[in-house]
Nanobody, 115 residues
Framework: QVQLVESGGGLVQAGGSLRLSCAASGIIFSISTMGWYRQAPGKQRELVAVITSGGSTNYADSVKGRFTISGDVAKKMVYLQMNALKPEDTAVYYC?????????WGQGTQVTVSS
């Protein structure tokens, strides 16, 4: 059964850091990209960061310089290091993996940044 398991979310004060982890299982095909999305209350889900199997990365403008995506797509693992967190970063963060014509999602992990 295909699933993405996320961990690392929690409550942190502004300026603090969190590291999110995601591991995919049940996918027998090579994954082309993995990434992180987030959805804040009242807003649509948005891209945070993506990494390809070749190691290329892409970030939302709002997190550039603060967040770093890393991992090993071939091993179906991805991480998101979040530094200098701001209250506006508060959201549910979702791991995503794409392979062939399929895109799968994790269950989401809550990140709350207090003032």
């Amino acid at each position: 059964q295909v699933q993405l398991v996320e961990s690392g979310g929690g409550l942190v004060q502004a300026g603090g850091s969190l590291r999110l982890s995601c591991a995919a299982s049940g996918i027998i095909f090579s994954i082309s990209t993995m990434g992180w999305y987030r959805q804040a209350p009242g807003k649509q889900r948005e891209l945070v960061a993506v990494i390809t199997s070749g190691g290329s990365t892409n970030y939302a403008d709002s997190v550039k310089g603060r967040f770093t995506i890393s991992g090993d797509v071939a091993k179906k693992m991805v991480y998101l290091q979040m530094n200098a967190l701001k209250p506006e970063d508060t959201a549910v963060y979702y791991c995503n993996a794409a392979y062939r014509s399929i895109r799968v999602w994790g269950q989401g992990t809550q990140v709350t940044v207090s003032s």
